[in-house]
């Protein structure tokens, strides 16, 4: 299934998509895939590894099931926000980096590294009597 999606009206068409695969392999999905001589009836140009298309009746939303489609697709884009950063950082672990103090607890630091990451000291990895305040420049070593 591929949705059209009209940006400045809001307009979306759904369409029904088949990849198609030569006439002597078997269909491991016959939902969608089709063979090529069976693709050729309804557009003769098609060619091997393209998608015929057809237009289906599109879903009318109401509120709730609206509601619930963007909480999933925000809730992906922080997944995916959430790998990119610990992917940046990945390759970093070992090394020294600097940053921010954020907040301060009695258990631990919150550190701002910069670019939306984070990073915590807890009170095990600190030396006795150190204290840190809002705003003060650390550095220390990343680790998982």
């Not at 999606?5 to 999905?29: K, L, S």
């Not at 950063?85 to 630091?109: H, W």
């Amino acid at each position: 299934v591929r949705v059209s999606i009209n940006r400045e009206t809001g307009d979306f068409d759904t369409f029904r998509r088949w990849m198609v695969i030569p006439d002597d392999q078997v269909q491991e999905n016959p939902f969608a895939e089709m063979t090529l001589s069976a693709a050729q009836v309804d557009e003769p140009d098609v060619q091997l590894g393209d998608y015929v298309e057809d237009q289906i009746d599109s879903i009318v939303f109401d509120r709730i099931t609206t509601q619930t489609a963007k909480q999933v697709i925000v809730q992906k884009v922080r997944e995916a926000e959430r790998a990119q950063m610990i992917a940046e950082y990945e390759d970093r672990v070992g090394e020294l980096v600097t940053g921010t103090v954020k907040k301060v607890n009695r258990d631990n630091i919150i550190v701002d590294l910069g670019n939306n990451a984070e990073g915590v000291i807890y009170r095990d990895d600190m030396l006795p009597r150190e204290t840190f305040r809002p705003g003060d420049r650390v550095r220390g070593l990343l680790y998982v």
